[in-house]
């Protein structure tokens, strides 16, 4: 059974780092894709990041150049990087995977990630 273990959130100054991990059950490389969605009180779930097998990785207009995506298969963790926080990134943070592009086959519980102003 696939499991998906989200870690890293937590309450930060704006400006700020935080580093999210998403720890999988099963070998990472399985997944055609992996990423990250995030949920902001009263809005839907957006895709925040997320990469493929075959190299393709996408990010959200809103966090490009200021987040990361990456992996250890060998630890087999997704990692989300998240630099120069803004208040409007406080969210709870879900790491996915899956078969398409992007993923939604496999979720985790979800992580908490408050920026202060």
């Known amino acids: 059974q696939v499991q998906l273990v989200e870690s890293g959130g937590g309450l930060v100054q704006a400006g700020g780092s935080l580093r999210l991990s998403c720890a999988a059950s099963?070998?990472?490389?399985?997944?055609?894709?992996m990423g990250w969605y995030r949920q902001a009180p009263g809005n839907q779930r957006e895709l925040v990041a997320a990469f493929t097998s075959l190299g393709r990785t996408n990010y959200a207009d809103s966090v490009k150049g200021r987040f990361t995506i990456s992996t250890d298969n060998a630890k087999n963790t997704v990692y989300l990087q998240m630099n120069s926080l803004k208040p409007e990134d406080t969210a709870v943070y879900y790491c996915a995977a899956g078969y398409t592009d992007p993923p939604r086959d496999y979720w985790g519980q979800g992580t908490r990630v408050t920026v202060s102003s």
């Open positions: 099963v070998s990472i490389l399985r997944f055609y894709s």
